[in-house]
């Protein structure tokens, strides 16, 4: 059974930042895999934030995330993690991390997305 465990939320002030991991167990992860983080705020719908596809590590983001978070593959590990940096007020959310086999063209899309983590809370004071 696949399972996504998510480490490295908390608080943090606006302009601080964190890192977030996440770690897959279960099977080994092929080409054909994409690991993808997800943020959600009560009343609001998930928001993209970054993938990956697992054959090349390329990453790509939300459009609001792009040149303040980096995501990255940890070598001959099932673990990937999630830099923020200049985090503000508006990145509070539950951040999960998600686990598929998405064509591209969904891969910014919950619902192309198997397997998820638990979440972990990110909350930014300003």
């Not at 998930?46 to 054959?55: K, P």
């Amino acid at each position: 059974q696949v399972q996504l465990v998510e480490t490295g939320g908390g608080l943090v002030q606006a302009g601080g930042s964190l890192r977030l991991s996440c770690t897959a167990s279960g099977r080994t992860l092929s080409s054909r895999d994409t690991m993808a983080w997800f943020r959600q705020v009560p009343g609001k719908e998930r928001e993209f934030v970054a993938a990956l596809r697992w054959s090349n590590s390329r990453p790509w983001y939300g459009d609001s995330m792009k040149d303040r978070f980096t995501f990255s593959r940890e070598n001959a590990k099932n673990t990937v993690s999630l830099q923020m940096t200049n985090l503000e007020p508006e990145d509070t959310a539950v951040y999960s991390c998600a686990l598929g086999q998405p064509i591209v063209s969904a891969a910014r899309l919950p619902s192309a997305y198997t397997y998820w983590g638990q979440g972990t809370q990110v909350t930014v004071s300003s």
